[in-house]
């Protein structure tokens, strides 16, 4: 179990006073798919429930940087962000804010100018999150930035810092620094669990999990309809918040037992009751908002009449949009292909697994 750190813990010494001229470091980091969903926040990115999600393999963000010593530390980080060969100031003005928020954390950031240069592996706009990945591939890079001055941090205390820092920059980040599966947010019934940063799952994981399938359909990727500032918002008046709550919570039981002991049955009922819970609310703020598209609902139920009658192991969770997440063990996956070759045949698919 990971030793419980509090905000304290996560403030630098001093820094050395002769820095490096120049520094050149690179990190890469997965998306996530989260199965107990995140949905509602407060103050500083404190989520409202504890959520879990699956470590993805390959859909990653790449990015380098290069720190450049300046004469005199400023007040402000100096920095420009190019994603995919192109400077990008959408993103620049994202990360000013994230930088506004961890500088105090990491106090070598301002002595720099720097260069970041970032590529995704999966396709723009295919719904995958980019925003947890591409935050924690940044705070992986700050956390070998403090290494490579401040000598190195043990290994858990320094992945615990980076997915620190990645929440302040989008909550679902933070889940996106350890492989596998992840856990952020307080629960009372798991030990070592925070909302200031996510832990490995704390407990043995059935084999049946080893190289867990996630199969992305990309039902649309055009721009996504309800940012997720704007839906974490919604929740904050929402009728049915602490319902919510509560129910989280118990999910949250439920599919931990149902991960130690291999049960797919109630996995897959508490993952797919979480995704139709996740758009119930969206349908049901003020203002609502609906996701799916009419592909989506046909293959959740033709999924769930093929499931029905050949009693295999697949299941949906679905994100903030239309895209449906196919979860199902290694040996379906032939299965699988030839049912999406029936159901949806000209559909674009990103064929995915958990880390
Ligand atoms: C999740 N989502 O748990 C949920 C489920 C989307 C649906 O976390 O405002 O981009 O940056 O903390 O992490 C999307 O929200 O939100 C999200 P911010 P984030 O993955």
Redesign the pocket.
Known sequence: MIKQFSIEDFRSPQLPSNLPEAIQLREEAPSNI?LI???G?SGL?IPMNA?LSFTLSESKTVTGARAVLREKAGDDVRFEFYFEGRRNKDFEKKIHTFFGRIADYIPGLKAYEWRFESRNTFPHSSGI?S??SGFAALSKILLSFEQTLLGTYDDTFASVKASFLARLG???ASRSIFPGINIWGHHPDIPGSSDLYAIPFPYEVHPVFDHFRDWIVLIDSGKKQVS??QG?ALIDTHPFKNQRISVAEKNMNTLIAAIKTGDLEVFGRIVEAEALM?HALMMTSEPDFILMKPDTLHLILELRRWRADEKIPVFFTL??GANVHLLFPDSQVNRVEHFLGAILPQVKLIRDFVQ
């Open positions: 989260a969903k995140y949905w926040k990115q959520s999150a925003s947890a989008s909550g679902s997720s500032t974490h996740l994100d903030a």
